[in-house]
């Protein structure tokens, strides 16, 4: 099955830096690879995602980048705020053999952006 | 209004008892799933519905039971708790076709086992 693999646990940066995510994945069929974001108490929430067929793609102050090959993407967050303090979470899904999505998670990076 | 409802919010309960989570979906989606999180925040999909038919189904006991009345309802009962069920549970929905992927969470279900 598929294992994504998510760095760093944790990450602190100052208000205005950036801060990049990486996770790597080990099933090459996979081809959809969504970032979600989790604050305190809530569910996780998409705030971008890629598929296999796109190498990059940018949402204001958010990026998404994959390599195929190397089979790892990565998440940039520009510019950072406070309130962009969270977990996040990568994912990689497949169709499975019922032609249906099965995503799995990576394990996590808590964000905190200093003031 | 709530795309993806659950409840109870906060479940505290004892070993050995029976328990229900409810989870409701107003986004006319075909596709429902239960994920767990544990303590370290590790998200794993438990059981994926689509239009009432269980097409996932990880490597959970068999204590924990998926029931599907309708496409906007996928309940989760749970027989004989023990204290390695604490998680938090997040019910979530797709829509399948039209391959948006995107995946609606709930607001979580904290479920502690004494």
């Known amino acids: 099955g598929e294992n994504v693999e998510q760095h760093p646990s944790t990450l602190s940066v100052q208000e205005g830096d950036s801060a990049v995510i990486k996770c790597t994945y080990s099933?090459?069929?996979?081809?959809?690879f969504p970032w979600y974001k989790q604050e305190l108490g809530k569910g996780p929430q998409l705030i971008i995602d890629?598929?296999?067929?796109?190498g990059e793609k940018k949402d204001q102050r958010i990026a998404v980048t994959l390599n195929k090959t190397a089979k790892h993407f990565s998440l940039h967050i520009t510019e950072t705020q406070p309130e962009d303090s969270a977990v996040y979470f990568c994912?990689?899904?497949?169709?499975?053999?019922?032609?249906?999505?099965?995503?799995?998670f990576g394990s996590g990076t808590r964000l905190q952006v200093q003031p | 209004d709530t795309a993806v409802s659950q409840t109870p919010k906060y479940l505290v309960t004892q070993m050995g008892n029976d328990k229900s989570i409810k989870c409701e979906q107003n986004?006319?989606?075909?596709?429902m799933y239960w994920y767990k999180q544990d303590s370290k925040k590790f998200l794993k999909i438990m059981f994926s519905?689509?239009?009432?038919?269980?097409?996932i189904n990880e490597t959970v006991p068999n204590r924990f039971s998926p029931k599907s009345p309708d496409k906007a309802h996928l309940n989760l009962h749970i027989n004989s708790l023990e204290l390695g069920d604490s998680a938090v549970y997040f019910c979530?929905?797709?829509?399948?076709?039209?391959?948006?992927?995107?995946?609606?969470f709930g607001p979580g279900t904290r479920l502690t086992v004494l």
């Open positions: 986004l006319g989606h075909d596709t």
């Open positions: 979530a929905s797709s829509q399948e076709r039209g391959g948006g992927g995107e995946q609606f």
């Open positions: 994912a990689a899904s497949r169709k499975s053999g019922t032609g249906r999505r099965a995503l799995t």
């Open positions: 519905y689509n239009n009432k038919e269980l097409i």
């Open positions: 099933d090459s069929a996979s081809n959809y």
């Open positions: 890629i598929r296999s067929n796109v």
